[in-house]
């Protein structure tokens, strides 16, 4: 699981990258942590190259949900493939965030 990071105006992007599966989301937590270190962003998760997303993968979505909410910000979901953009209509997470 590789994980990058770049700005664009007032939005942190976040390119998710592999697949987010039990063993790698305890990595990607940690890798994550300049999301929960900011709190005057926007987060846009950019899931292009994202194959897989786990239940502990979906956790670290909602975490990071929260932590968008909780700073007066907005969460985005964008470029997913059909795999992964069905885990998350399934599991609700399209309510939370944005799609672009």
Same mark, same amino acid.
């Given at each position: 699981?590789?994980?990058?990071?770049?700005?664009?105006? +007032?939005?942190?992007?976040?390119?998710?990258?592999?697949?987010?599966?039990?063993?790698?989301?305890?990595?990607?937590?940690?890798?994550?942590?300049?999301?929960?270190?900011?709190?005057?962003?926007?987060?846009?998760?950019?899931?292009?190259?994202?194959?897989?997303?786990?239940?502990?993968?979906?956790?670290?979505?909602?975490?990071?949900?929260?932590?968008?909410?909780?700073?007066?910000?907005?969460?985005?979901? +964008?470029?997913?493939?059909? +795999?992964?953009?069905?885990?998350?209509? +399934?599991?609700?997470?399209?309510?939370?965030?944005?799609?672009?």
């Amino acid at each position: 699981m590789e994980i990058r990071f770049s700005e664009q105006d +007032t939005r942190l992007i976040v390119a998710l990258i592999g697949d987010l599966d039990n063993v790698s989301a305890i990595e990607a937590e940690k890798k994550l942590q300049p999301v929960f270190e900011q709190d005057d962003h926007d987060v846009v998760l950019e899931c292009s190259h994202l194959n897989y997303i786990s239940s502990r993968g979906l956790r670290l979505l909602i975490m990071i949900y929260k932590h968008v909410r909780n700073s007066g910000h907005q969460g985005y979901v +964008t470029k997913m493939n059909e +795999t992964v953009k069905e885990v998350l209509f +399934t599991g609700g997470f399209l309510k939370l965030y944005q799609e672009e």
